[in-house]
């Protein structure tokens, strides 16, 4: 299926090398990304009776003044 995607730059940057490393098409490299994406486990844990991600070690940490940025921009 052919489409149009606006990926940020270094989302852009991260697909050609990805796709430059493994001899692909960027419509393919970028396939194989999503996939991986949506098949990765996300680890979960209960908390005070909310469920929540539990996040890598060291990743970065997004403040809720962040978060309303976000979704403002989202608007």
Do not use: H, W
């Not at 852009?12 to 490299?29: D, P, Q, T, V």
């Amino acid at each position: 299926m052919r489409t149009t995607l606006n990926l940020d730059d270094d989302a852009l940057k991260i697909l050609r090398e990805y796709s430059e490393a493994r001899s692909l098409a960027l419509g393919k490299a970028a396939s194989e990304l999503v996939r991986k994406g949506a098949s990765a486990p996300l680890r979960l844990r209960l908390e005070n009776g909310f469920c929540t991600v539990v996040l890598p070690r060291g990743g970065k940490k997004i403040s809720s003044e962040r978060v309303k940025q976000l979704l403002e921009d989202e608007i």
